[in-house]
């Protein structure tokens, strides 16, 4: 059988990949916080019919394509103002993520950028799906003095993440508001008094592209995203929180739909190389007649 059969057969396959994240690109144009995803193509293996000689080229015929990487682009989206003051974006910070966890330990962790948060009856901030945030609390709050107190250090061992609340009452007194600030300090108004209660915790990687998705906005650690680098918001290389906002999908439609048209003159191109090998073998067996 001819060699281009299959060549185009590879290449309307392989194809019909990319129209599959391009058709999930723009299904998700307005989804809080989602990366675009990029198909990338390599030829397959060729197969050498002379090798080089001196003063003479090898004669090679490849034998289609394959997907090489479907990566996700993680460039930051553009932040939405929504007026919501539990609505927070990450600014400068494209490899930063919120730490979140189903049970509110730091033991079965995922990551998020999507940062519609809300309070549950505990006054515990959880996403849309009931996962909590983590951070690093305080266990006496203290009086807010414009700087983050030491005992906000994060220490794997000493002081890990835990989930977030914002207390009702602080010493008998009633919570009368609450703010986040900048750097992901917890602030609560008790009898006109601002207190500290904790900090919301960030987690960067050195390859935020190697994390997997696992839905619901969440992206869960691998072998190849590097090891979880936990710190705080405001901190070199972690970005700034910025209540008020919410980061909108980095998906480009004008470029989701050139790549399609492209796909789909590529996908017809391939289909007219298989029909015209087919035409080819026709006229081959007609030999007989």
Excluded: C
Aim: aromatic share 6%; charged share 20%; net charge negative.
């Amino acid at each position: 059988m001819l060699k281009s059969l299959y060549s185009g057969v590879s290449g309307m396959k392989n194809l019909q990949t990319k129209m599959d994240v391009i058709s999930n690109n723009i299904a998700n144009v307005n989804t809080t916080s989602f990366k675009t995803g990029r198909v990338r193509f390599e030829d397959m293996i060729s197969q050498t019919m002379e090798q080089s000689q001196e003063n003479k080229n090898s004669k090679q015929s490849g034998l289609g394509m394959q997907v090489s990487a479907v990566d996700k682009v993680m460039a930051g989206g553009t932040l939405q103002a929504t007026g919501r003051a539990l609505d927070f974006g990450i600014e400068n910070g494209e490899d930063s993520f919120f730490t979140v966890s189903s049970d509110g330990t730091s033991q079965d962790v995922a990551y998020t950028r999507d940062g519609g948060m809300y309070l549950n009856a505990d006054n515990q901030l959880i996403t849309a799906s009931g996962y909590h945030i983590l951070g690093v609390m305080l266990d006496t709050p203290v009086v807010y003095q414009g700087t983050i107190p030491a005992g906000l250090t994060y220490d794997a061992a000493t002081n890990p993440m835990e989930a977030i609340a914002i207390p009702k009452e602080n010493n008998g007194t009633n919570l009368d508001s609450y703010s986040i600030s900048d750097t992901g300090l917890i602030l609560g108004v008790y009898n006109d008094e601002i207190m500290v209660m904790g900090q919301i915790s960030l987690t960067k990687f050195n390859n935020a592209t190697g994390l997997d998705k696992m839905g619901g906005n969440m992206y869960k650690e691998t072998m190849n995203s590097g090891q979880p680098n936990v710190g705080a918001a405001g901190q070199e290389g972690f970005g700034s929180v910025r209540s008020g906002f919410l980061e909108m999908s980095n998906v480009d439609l004008s470029n989701e739909f050139t790549e399609m048209i492209v796909t789909q003159r590529a996908y017809q191109a391939n289909s007219r190389s298989i029909s015209t090998s087919d035409q080819m073998l026709e006229e081959l067996l007609a030999l007989k007649r």
